[in-house]
């Protein structure tokens, strides 16, 4: 499986940043099924800037605390290794995202945040990263771990490798696989440095 870029959610696939959705939504009165970009997008400018102040508290709160997955960071060295270029599609802010990575000393090479493409499930972040790159929007893989994720990849026709430590309550069908640790998606992709 020779891919030529690597595109990550950032999230629950490279770090679990314990941001509160529950507690957002809560603040934000939206229902905990609510899309709360969607939700967003549809208010007045004054209202709608109130909504981000509170939706960038509770990103920044998640940012502070969060932790780097698993074998995350060892995947993204090999693939950097390998001379393979990593991007992140992520519905986070710049800032928060930058931060995120900088902090877990991810090097990743393109970031496309809230502020540089539609979010996800939209599929444009994924064709924006593809042209950066100079390479077919199939010939990237895209890694996530939600719902968006695999419909941003479907819709661009790109691969989507779902990483899921726990079963997931979506349907997974269209993935190009799954998997439940960094060490199987390593042993996948460069099977030739397997242990
Ligand atoms: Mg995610």
Redesign the pocket.
Known sequence: MNFRAFVF?????LVDSRIDFDSMKAELRLSQEADVLEYVERLEPIASQKAFDIIYRHELAGAKTSRRIQGALEFVESAKAAGTPCAIF??NTRSITCECLREHGFDIDVVVAREDAPPKPKPDGLLKIAKNFGVHSSEILFI???I??LQAGLAAGTPTALFLPSPPDFDVTGAHFTFETYQQLKDRIFPERKA
């Open positions: 959610d950032l999230d629950g696939t992520t519905r996530g771990d939600y968006y994720d």
